[in-house]
């Protein structure tokens, strides 16, 4: 494996001194424009990695500090969220050599007035970054406008939207998703069956930006091959189990040949467990990420599979994506923004 180029030997390459080059790499001092594009070529074409470790030693001899805020929904231990909140931490702590004092701003994933809130509050506030979530488009329209009218960076995780460049973005490919989870439900249910897709109830008109894109890509899929499948959608609560277990045994009761439950959003289990409860068995159920109750339900086997977006991962890189855009004023073209897909059955969930 070849070793990492050295400050003299970019300088030689890009035709400018190796203080040049320092202060490039740690983003401090005036370079120009000219100087800017030779090294950055550099770099570019050597597929250098930036250290961040070595650049904080450097930050911190400024005696700059860092505000980042994160805005995020609300979740409970072992959520989707959560997990997402997870890898946030993780990477905090991974660079806790950096001066960064961290700021969570949480919303209701199910209420886009909540989404609201929180990003008016960001953006009345002092920082010098924002991770946020994406779940509402209009919302994060304005947030975003705002930022950008003051120079703010910000990172997207588990979503992105249409017009809107973020220093980042970390996500899977959400029409993949939908189509993955169809071809799936396909797959797992008898042929001449109707399916099932359903997604939480949510208060305001607004639905999520993620949920959209799976649901319009799951019946892009039989349409595309020709496969006849009647697909009833539907909405179900998620906060109130006695309501669910009602939803659910009502709606299988109004349709008998539902063989399948594709749920858009990472909630897969509260359907499982619906089902467990009515006593319904046979019911092919199907949805998204290794979160604490969708393990419990394919263990248990109420739940037939999993597609895993790796929300660990996406709060891990949006943290190190902004740190390397604050210590060097331009994204890291090391870090992609689809994240990989792993289809999770009971057999390979450990």
């Known amino acids: 494996m070849a070793q990492q180029l050295t400050i003299k030997q970019i300088a030689q390459l890009a035709g400018v001194s190796a203080g040049t080059v320092d202060r490039v790499l740690h983003n401090r001092g005036k370079v120009s424009p000219e100087a800017m594009k030779a090294v ?16 904080a030693v450097a930050f911190r001899k400024t005696k700059k500090s860092l505000k980042l805020i994160i805005s995020i929904p609300s979740s409970e231990k072992g959520e989707y969220w959560d997990l997402i909140r997870t890898g946030i931490d993780e990477a905090l702590s991974e660079y806790n050599d950096f001066d960064i004092e961290s700021k969570y701003v949480f919303f209701d994933q199910f209420d886009s007035a909540s989404c609201r809130e929180a990003f008016d509050s960001i953006a009345e506030a002092s920082c010098s970054a924002v991770i946020m979530a994406t779940l509402y488009v209009p919302e994060t329209q304005d947030l975003c406008s705002r930022l950008d009218k003051h120079g703010i960076p910000y990172a997207f995780v588990d979503g992105s939207v249409e017009g809107i460049s973020p220093v980042a973005c970390f996500k899977a490919d ?10 799936l439900m396909d797959g797992f249910t008898p042929k001449g069956k109707e399916l099932a897709l359903l997604l939480p109830r949510r208060t305001g008109t607004q639905m999520s930006n993620n949920s959209a894109s799976r649901m319009s890509a799951f019946k892009e899929y039989f349409t595309e091959r020709g496969k006849v499948r009647t697909i009833h959608e539907a909405q179900f609560s998620v906060s109130n189990v ?5 939803e659910v045994s009502g709606f299988l009761k109004n349709n008998p040949l539902v063989a399948g439950i594709a749920v858009v959003i990472s909630h897969s289990y509260v359907i499982s467990d619906a089902l467990a409860a009515s006593g319904i068995i046979g019911i092919v159920v199907g949805g ?11 263990r248990e086997g109420t739940l037939d599979f999993l597609i895993n977006q790796h929300p660990e991962r996406q709060g891990f890189y949006a943290v190190e994506s902004i740190l ?27």
Do not use: W
């Not at 950055?40 to 650049?55: C, E, I």
């Not at 959400?174 to 071809?183: F, I, K, M, N, S």
């Open 174 to 183: 959400q029409h993949a998703c939908g189509r993955l989870l169809a071809r």
């Open 324 to 350: 390397h855009y604050l210590m060097y004023g331009a994204s890291d073209d090391m870090l992609k923004e689809n994240l990989p897909l792993d289809i999770v059955l009971r057999e390979n969930l450990q």
């Open 242 to 246: 006695e309501e669910i277990n009602a």
């Open 40 to 55: 950055r070529g550099v770099l570019s074409s050597q597929n250098y990695k930036y250290n961040l470790h070595t650049s």
């Open 288 to 298: 998204f990420d290794v979160t604490a109750g969708n393990a419990r339900c394919l």
